[in-house]
């Protein structure tokens, strides 16, 4: 029954700005690392940037400096704020969290549905 519902997605010029969104809806014992990771046409899916509880950050070298990870753990959400965005951003971004349900207690990693952003020249 825990869910990412990711959102923010959409389309913009390059230069850009988004904010994704993603809510890791349930019951939730705990929340370790929660992430965003992408996955454009024809390549393979890679960390975008990743946050742990304790608020230590991760971000790929292409993301720096633009993207900004931030998680609210009283709403076990976590932000992606995409600045200055490039076409290269193309792709679909899915939300990760690593969990404890806590109606069963089962650890796993979830994965959000997607969301495409798309990036025009």
């Known amino acids: 029954q825990v869910q990412l519902v990711e959102s923010g997605g959409g389309l913009v010029q390059a230069g850009g700005t988004l904010r994704l969104s993603c809510v890791a809806a349930g019951t939730i014992f705990s929340i370790n690392t929660m992430g965003w990771y992408r996955q454009g046409p024809g390549k393979q899916r890679e960390l975008v940037a990743a946050?742990?509880?304790?608020?230590?950050?991760n971000y790929a070298d292409s993301v720096k400096g633009r993207f900004t990870i931030s998680r609210d753990n009283a709403k076990n959400t976590v932000y992606l704020q995409m600045n200055s965005l490039k076409p290269e951003d193309t792709a679909v971004y899915y939300c990760?969290?690593?969990?404890?349900?806590?109606?069963?207690?089962?650890?796993?990693?979830?994965w959000g549905q997607g969301t495409q952003v798309t990036v025009s020249s």
């Open positions: 990760n969290a690593d969990l404890v349900s806590g109606v069963d207690l089962g650890w796993g990693r979830y």
């Open positions: 946050i742990t509880s304790g608020g230590s950050t």
